[in-house]
Antibody, heavy 122, light 107 residues
Framework: EVQLVQSGAEVKKPGESLRISCQGS????????IAWVRQMPGKGLEWMGR????????KYSPSFQGHVTISADRSINTAYLQWSSLQASDTAMYYC???????????????WGQGNLVTVSS | DIQMTQSPSTLSASVGDRVTITCRAS??????LAWYQQKPGNAPKLLIY???SLESGVPSRFSGSVSGTEFTLTISSLQPQDFATYYCQQYSYYPLTFGGGTKVEIK
């Protein structure tokens, strides 16, 4: 069974750093890309970026470029989303999702993690 | 960025109704469009990919179609478990973009 299991909820203060994770199982981790999707409270879905774990190549949305870092450790089938300095506006649910690569933008997201709720408050 | 405009934003319907949700792309995305269902407190779930292909395990009452830059998700006979929010998403161009969502409510 394909699973993407995300790390737990986080409560942080503005200016703090954070790394959340997404561990894949039940499939060949390097055969699929992992994307991160933000959902702010009561709002819609926003694609943040993705990584090809086989080469650690990344692509970011301009809206998130420079504010977050996506990485992966294929030895433990895990992708990461990282902030060096959180802001209150980063409060949101963050989902990881997998897609096949194969052409420039990849394909649809066929499996999703359960989500990481990140709360940033002083 | 490609804008994905969904309509309506909210839809009130009854069990058994035929429901249609529309998503219009600001430019051609060919058929590189997916539909997702999201229930409160849950992650999105893939329903339709490549505009009209039904994801494995998804009931056949869900279908997708395309005409130019206008995409349609149809639920042929609304069931109680279908009350949720639906999102379209294009994966033809970076950045990948989602529609604003359509909430299907009980009438």
């Amino acid at each position: 069974e394909v699973q993407l299991v995300q790390s737990g909820a986080e409560v942080k203060k503005p200016g703090e750093s954070l790394r959340i994770s997404c561990q894949g199982s039940g499939y060949s981790f390097t055969n699929y890309w992992i994307a991160w999707v933000r959902q702010m409270p009561g709002k819609g879905l926003e694609w943040m970026g993705r990584i090809d774990p086989s080469e650690s190549k990344t692509k970011y949305s301009p809206s998130f470029q420079g504010h977050v870092t996506i990485s992966a450790d294929r030895s433990i089938n895990t992708a990461y989303l990282q902030w060096s300095s959180l802001q209150a506006s980063d409060t949101a649910m963050y989902y990881c999702a997998r897609s096949l690569g194969g052409f420039s933008t990849g394909y649809h997201f066929d499996h999703w993690g359960q989500g990481n709720l990140v709360t940033v408050s002083s | 960025d490609i804008q994905m405009t969904q309509s309506p934003s909210t839809l009130s319907a009854s069990v058994g109704d035929r429901v249609t949700i529309t998503c219009r792309a600001s430019q051609s995305v060919n058929s590189w469009l997916a539909w997702y269902q999201q229930k409160p407190g849950n992650a999105p779930k893939l329903l339709i990919y490549q505009a009209s292909s039904l994801e494995s395990g998804v009931p056949s009452r869900f279908s997708g179609s395309v005409s130019g830059t206008e995409f349609t998700l149809t639920i042929s006979s609304l069931q109680p478990q279908d009350f949720a929010t639906y999102y379209c998403q294009q994966y033809s161009y970076y950045p990948l973009t989602f529609g604003g969502g359509t909430k299907v409510e009980i009438k």
